[in-house]
């Protein structure tokens, strides 16, 4: 079992940068293909950014591309998402997902574990 704990999120200007983390609680993070997902209000939840165990292998959406970067150190069981140029429409619950498939996805279904999600709301 693995248990995802976002944290960092809040409330920043437009043009400004937050940086939201994930900490796993698993012996087998080392294992784990992680993502990023988020949820604006009256919206479906959508791929953001993923990243393989090692590191080497990133992805993520056009919308966020060249703005957001996801990382991870598999010493301390964390994955982070830094958000740079935030847009109002960035706003959104956004929610760490974990999958021990050994390999990166943008689907929902290609993730087996989730957190509670982090509130990130971007003012204009």
């Known amino acids: 079992q693995v248990q995802l704990v976002e944290s960092?999120?809040?409330l920043v200007q437009a043009g400004?940068?937050?940086r939201?983390?994930?900490a796993a609680?698993?012996?087998t993070f080392r294992s784990l293909a992680m993502g990023w997902f988020r949820q604006a209000p009256g919206k479906e939840r959508e791929f953001v950014a993923a990243i393989n165990w090692s590191g080497a292998t990133l992805y993520s959406s056009d919308s966020v591309k060249g703005r957001f970067t996801i990382s991870r150190d598999n010493a301390k069981n964390m994955v982070y998402l830094q958000m740079n140029s935030l847009?109002?429409?960035d706003t959104a619950?956004?929610?760490c997902a974990a999958n021990n498939r050994q390999r990166i996805g943008v689907l929902i279904n290609d993730y087996d574990y989730w957190g509670q999600g982090t509130q990130v709301t971007v003012s204009s």
């Open 20 to 22: 939201v983390s994930c």
């Open 8 to 10: 960092g999120g809040g």
């Open 25 to 27: 609680s698993t012996h």
């Open 87 to 89: 847009k109002p429409e």
């Open 93 to 95: 619950v956004y929610y």
């Open 16 to 18: 400004g940068s937050l």
